[in-house]
């Protein structure tokens, strides 16, 4: 989301500089800079909003944590997901899950699936660059994932772009760093 | 693409565990070789600029009483651009074990065998594509003692 309030800042920025409205100076362009600051938030959280919905997943865009998809995935590439219901999962597919009770989302590949008629399935997943399956990571007697788990399915990716949230994770002065540089940059630019 | 495989079944615990032995025979080609003929059901892959890998899988393909649609994936290959692209594997063992859920693997006359692969680009869209061409393999009625694995 931080990204796309990013993107959606220079876009706005460039938008309300070509229109050369004559400001009446001081007390009234305070109100138009929480104004104008108020649009881009709102902005960047209806793009994300409609992200998701289009997607139909809850995070369509996620950053790759570890280096078990290598030498595909690195740590801090991008990944474009979806998670359309009437996409059957299948083996080979590059999934996103979530195990019951971790927060952290995981990127491995299908390698079984077993479908009953009605549609349940049950899935064995694995990591690339790993030399075992995922049924280590699961729960204590989980030895399938299900759809349920599923957070989406990796449809294209960008390299490097996500090294940005991985730092901001890692190392918090630099989280508040980068806010505190956006909060200005919004702040200066009004001027 | 040519797959010749021989199988026998074998029962660990309560589910069948099947065992497969295949080959492999692909020209995957580069762009700038230039067209190649094609022989039966050769499937053609290409590496441009913008390809980084193929990760390729050959997966089995069932239908048993327990589970309408059963996939496994029974060996795997990352390639990547550069790696020699000609691939000639003879008298393979599948790299995963190759358990059903349940029993049916004894007795089922139908199991697919098919080669896919996943493009990796440098940067955009991930696809995944199955070959043309697929091997139906039979497995027996009768389950195997001797463990010569």
Redesign the interface.
Known sequence: AAVVAMLSLDFLDDVRRMNKRDRPPSSPQLYYQVLNFGMIVSSALMIWKGLMVVTGSESPIVVVLSGSME??FHRGDLLFLTNRIEDPI?????VVFRIEGREIPIVH?V???????NGDI?FLTKG?NNAV?DRGLYKQGQHWLEKKDVVGR??????YIGIVTILMNDYPKFKYAVLFLLGLFVLVHRE | LRKNVEDFTGPRERSDLGFVTFDITADILNRKNGLQSFRNKITLIIFDWNVKQLFLYLSAEYSTKNNALNQVVLWDKIMLRGDNPRLSLKDMKSKYFFFDDGNGLKGNRNITLTLSWNVVPNAGILPLVTGSGHVSVPFPDTYETTKSY
């Open positions: 030498p595909a299948r083996v080979g597919e590059i590949r390698l079984k699936i077993h479908e009953k008629q049950k690339d399956d990796a449809r294209g990716f960008v390299p």
